[in-house]
């Protein structure tokens, strides 16, 4: 593919971001309220996100299998504008933290100031790629990702990212989609298929 499927990827989650993406219902709440919870997240897990974190782009719920705890540093991979660092901020309680990275600065300025209007403290959100996670070892005590380490190319890079940024012991879970065979060079080539 002559484009590097970060710049494909991060252009589309700008767009959907500046709300600019054709045909997209991303920024439509109920819609996205109906999305989320058909993907596994319940009315209440929702109801701690503030309004506007929830762009209905996930494809599974991690929260039901993170086992997340009060006191904990959760690390959400691709976290866009911010839904699931925001559930997860809730149920680490001030004495825990999450921590949001993505690479699209875009969704990073939507997260950030849902953050501020809605005073909350314990949940950042930083500019950087999963292959390359802006943290120091031994980080988090949790690992969460819905649907971005799809679109990397160098999942093996992201997994080894993922063990070096977690507390021994730590734990990880991830909702994403995979294939059971091999694309056809067409698929490989399209665009959209890298992407939202």
């Known amino acids: 593919m002559e484009k590097d499927i970060h710049d494909i990827v991060r252009r589309d989650y700008a767009n959907i971001a500046l709300e600019k993406k054709e045909n997209s219902i991303v920024n439509d709440r109920k819609e996205n309220q109906v999305v989320s919870a058909t993907v596994g997240y319940t009315p209440e897990e929702l109801a701690l996100a503030p309004e506007g974190a929830n762009m209905g782009l996930g494809c599974g719920n991690p929260h ?67 292959e390359n996670l802006p943290v120091a070892d031994n980080t988090a005590d949790v690992c969460i990702s819905n649907c971005v380490i799809n679109m990397s190319d160098n999942k093996w890079r992201v997994y080894r990212e993922i063990f070096r940024a977690l507390k021994p012991g730590g734990r990880i879970s991830i909702c994403d989609i995979v294939i059971m065979k091999e694309l056809t060079q067409e698929m490989k080539e399209d665009e959209a298929m890298h992407s939202c």
Request: proline share 3%; aromatic share 2%.
């Open 64 to 130: 039901r299998k993170a086992a997340i705890q009060p006191g904990e540093i959760v690390l959400d991979l691709g976290s866009g504008t911010g839904l699931d660092c925001f559930i997860a901020g809730k149920t680490v309680g001030r004495r825990g933290r999450a921590i949001g990275v993505d690479m699209t600065p875009e969704m990073l300025s939507k997260a950030r100031s849902i953050a501020k209007e809605n005073r909350i403290r314990n949940v950042e959100f930083r500019l950087g790629e999963i």
